[in-house]
């Protein structure tokens, strides 16, 4: 018996207001909970059952009635934005339209879609009564169920975990944290969707290239501090390119870094200000008309990281569209049909007269091919690798996830070169040659101040590409680029880790000379201040093509 002393001191009607109030925290943990304290008879059945049921209902009346008063405006809330996407929930409110009263049922039992079906049932203002039924039945069924099963089976689950740890309230949390998986785990296996999402989420235990940067990155920092000492300052890497603010760390202007390249090595580029969207459409019709560009574009912040917010636009309606979503300066770019990408890293020291490639990235774009019967977002989320970023995916589509490509029907997923963004990366060292080293240190030496990057490249002929001619280069990152081939999937994680601690290593060594010639590094307060003001001002649409 778990003997927690929860709630004995409070009265009936506290214990329910307490639970209630839980609800709004968490539904399914205050259901769990409740179970475990039923069994243990510290809660009462039906108070633990009322209390659970009432929150629920009362959660979902107030995600209805959010969508009924507010209408669209609730999705340009913080609270909404990072939850669900203003796609989702248009499918969602389809899903309502086709449905009915089966998708406010369902939208009970299925993780994640019950926010977005419940606001769009609000904002399609449907008849009130209906909805209030539907939600009481579908609450009536769930919470019982669920809160007397965890009352049933607890003490099976608390009993051994008690006599592992010695200890009551441990047991009782690490239960409920066992019983919080196994519904999150039984729900998502109910359905095709689900299913992908738990694989997914499984896969990416070893799939490493999909790990969080902090996960990834935290093996790093004892090298780092390791360099830091070394090379007396933490900040030592910022004086590696003189020519960027920080070196690149954050903050850096894309079109200002590009104008310091040769033009015939860049995609045509132009810097579109800040500003009412009505004079910046008509500022970059005034440049394409001048320079002889005409539409299909690539837009995107000239402020940004890791693709987000890059878009091809086609007319000047997406154009339009575009620079309204996105109200800072804007970078726009002849579209460079490709069809080819590469990260050529380069680096070269401060006394010596010619650079190296360090490596190359062969970014291979997501395609699916139809097969005239499945969905877009079907084929995404069977498919082993690109159910791993679905969403994002989905995201980007919008209401075109759900179009059925033609049987062989080619689809491709993305076109930013980002892995983030669902590029696959390939390690690139077959295409490294004397010709194609020697023309990117010819460019990167007429950029005075820069040292160590990697040249976003887009090309048409494998055989150019490796003999250093037609390059076209769309961005040139800075400091804290990477050597994007150890997101190379076939790769072991110790050979990723190899090439990132060699390259930090590589970058401390340039800035300590370059210091040595008298550059200054980034104070740490700076670069914080600098990365506030950048993720604080930073207007995109998440969105990337």
């Not at 009462?44 to 209902?57: S, T």
């Not at 990167?444 to 976003?456: I, L, P, S």
């Given at each position: 018996?778990?003997?927690?002393?929860?709630?004995?001191?409070?009265?009936?009607?506290?214990?329910?207001g307490?639970?209630?109030?839980a609800?709004?925290?968490?539904?399914?943990l205050?259901?769990?909970?409740?179970?475990?304290?039923?069994?243990?008879?510290?809660?009462?059945?039906?108070?633990?059952?009322?209390?659970?049921?009432?929150?629920?209902?009362?959660?979902?009346?107030?995600?209805?009635?959010?969508?009924?008063?507010?209408?669209?405006?609730?999705?340009?809330?913080?609270?909404?934005?990072?939850?669900v996407?203003?796609?989702?929930?248009?499918?969602?409110?389809?899903?309502?339209?086709?449905?009915?009263w089966?998708?406010?049922?369902?939208?009970?039992?299925?993780?994640?879609?019950?926010?977005?079906?419940y606001?769009?049932?609000?904002?399609?203002?449907?008849?009130?009564?209906?909805?209030?039924?539907?939600?009481?039945?579908?609450?009536?069924?769930?919470t019982?169920?669920?809160?007397?099963?965890?009352?049933?089976t607890?003490?099976?689950?608390?009993?051994?975990l008690?006599?592992?740890?010695?200890?009551?309230?441990?047991a009782?949390?690490?239960?409920?944290?066992?019983?919080?998986?196994l519904?999150?785990?039984?729900?998502?296996a109910?359905?095709?969707?689900?299913?992908?999402?738990?694989?997914?989420?499984?896969?990416?235990?070893?799939?490493?290239?999909?790990?969080?940067?902090?996960?990834?990155?935290?093996?790093?920092?004892?090298?780092?501090?390791?360099?830091?000492?070394?090379?007396?300052?933490?900040?030592?890497?910022t004086?590696?390119?003189?020519?960027?603010?920080?070196?690149?760390?954050?903050?850096?202007?894309?079109?200002?870094?590009?104008?310091?390249?040769p033009?015939?090595?860049?995609?045509?580029?132009a810097?579109?200000?800040?500003?009412?969207?009505?004079?910046?459409?008509?500022?970059l019709?005034?440049?394409?008309?001048?320079?002889?560009?005409?539409?299909?574009l690539?837009?995107?912040?000239?402020?940004?990281?890791?693709?987000?917010?890059?878009?091809?636009?086609?007319?000047?309606?997406?154009?339009?569209?575009?620079?309204?979503?996105n109200?800072?300066?804007?970078?726009?770019?002849?579209?460079?049909?490709?069809?080819?990408?590469?990260?050529?890293?380069?680096?070269?020291?401060?006394?010596?007269p010619?650079?190296?490639?360090?490596?190359?990235?062969?970014?291979?774009?997501?395609i699916?091919?139809g097969?005239?019967?499945?969905?877009?977002?079907?084929?995404?989320?069977?498919?082993?690798?690109?159910?791993?970023?679905?969403?994002?995916?989905?995201?980007?589509?919008?209401?075109?996830?759900?179009?059925?490509?033609?049987?062989?029907?080619?689809?491709?997923?993305?076109?930013?070169?980002n892995?983030?963004?669902?590029?696959?990366?390939?390690?690139?060292?077959?295409?490294?040659?004397?010709?194609?080293?020697?023309?990117?240190?010819?460019i990167?030496?007429?950029?005075?101040?820069?040292?160590?990057?990697?040249?976003?490249?887009?090309?048409s002929?494998?055989?150019?590409?490796?003999?250093g001619?037609?390059?076209?280069?769309?961005?040139?990152?800075?400091?804290?680029?990477?050597?994007?081939?150890?997101?190379?999937?076939?790769?072991?994680?110790?050979?990723?880790?190899?090439?990132?601690?060699?390259?930090?290593?590589?970058?401390?060594?340039?800035?300590?000379?370059?210091?040595?010639?008298?550059?200054?590094v980034?104070?740490?307060r700076?670069?914080?201040?600098?990365?506030?003001?950048?993720?604080?001002?930073?207007?995109?649409?998440?969105?990337?093509?």
């Open positions: 018996m778990i003997d927690l002393d929860i709630g004995r001191g409070l009265t009936p009607w506290a214990q329910l307490a639970i209630i109030a609800t709004f925290v968490s539904e399914d205050t259901c769990i909970a409740s179970g475990l304290l039923i069994r243990s008879r510290q809660l009462d059945g039906f108070v633990g059952v009322a209390g659970c049921f009432l929150g629920i209902f009362v959660g979902d009346m107030g995600l209805w009635l959010m969508g009924r008063a507010c209408g669209r405006r609730v999705l340009d809330t913080a609270w909404v934005r990072r939850r996407s203003a796609a989702r929930i248009e499918r969602m409110g389809d899903w309502f339209d086709r449905r009915g089966t998708a406010i049922v369902a939208a009970r039992f299925v993780p994640g879609t019950r926010l977005p079906v606001l769009g049932a609000g904002m399609l203002g449907r008849r009130a009564d209906r909805f209030v039924l539907w939600a009481l039945l579908a609450a009536l069924v769930w019982p169920l669920l809160v007397l099963l965890v009352a049933a607890g003490e099976a689950v608390v009993a051994p008690r006599r592992f740890t010695g200890s009551g309230g441990v009782f949390v690490a239960a409920l944290l066992l019983f919080a998986l519904l999150r785990g039984l729900t998502l109910a359905t095709s969707e689900g299913r992908s999402r738990l694989a997914a989420s499984v896969c990416r235990l070893w799939q490493w290239e999909f790990w969080p940067a902090w996960l990834f990155y935290a093996p790093l920092a004892p090298w780092l501090a390791w360099l830091a000492i070394r090379h007396r300052g933490f900040t030592t890497f004086a590696a390119n003189p020519a960027i603010p920080h070196g690149g760390v954050v903050g850096e202007s894309k079109y200002d870094i590009l104008r310091r390249l033009a015939e090595w860049t995609v045509p580029s810097l579109i200000a800040a500003g009412a969207t009505r004079r910046r459409l008509d500022e019709h005034g440049i394409m008309a001048a320079r002889g560009w005409t539409y299909p690539i837009l995107k912040p000239d402020v940004g990281q890791r693709g987000v917010g890059l878009k091809k636009v086609g007319d000047a309606r997406a154009a339009e569209a575009y620079l309204t979503a109200p800072d300066a804007v970078l726009a770019q002849v579209f460079h049909p490709g069809p080819y990408e590469a990260g050529v890293f380069y680096y070269r020291l401060p006394d010596q010619h650079g190296r490639v360090f490596s190359i990235t062969d970014k291979q774009f997501p699916v091919i097969d005239g019967i499945s969905s877009l977002e079907s084929l995404i989320r069977k498919h082993r690798r690109y159910r791993m970023q679905a969403d994002t995916f989905l995201a980007r589509l919008g209401e075109g996830a759900h179009r059925v490509p033609a049987a062989c029907e080619r689809v491709q997923l993305a076109i930013a070169g892995h983030c963004q669902g590029t696959l990366f390939r390690d690139g060292a077959h295409l490294i040659t004397p010709e194609l080293e020697a023309a990117i240190d010819a990167a030496q007429r950029v005075e101040g820069f040292h160590f990057g990697r040249f976003d490249i887009r090309y002929n494998l055989d150019w590409f490796r003999a001619r037609e390059l076209a280069i769309v961005e040139l990152n800075g400091v804290t680029s990477e050597s994007t081939n150890i997101y190379d999937p076939s790769w072991p994680l110790w050979r990723a880790y190899a090439v990132l601690f060699r390259q930090w290593s590589i970058l401390f060594r340039i800035g300590a000379a370059n210091r040595r010639r008298g550059h200054a980034s104070r740490i700076d670069m914080l201040r600098d990365a506030r003001a950048h993720y604080r001002n930073r207007r995109v649409s998440l969105v990337a093509d």
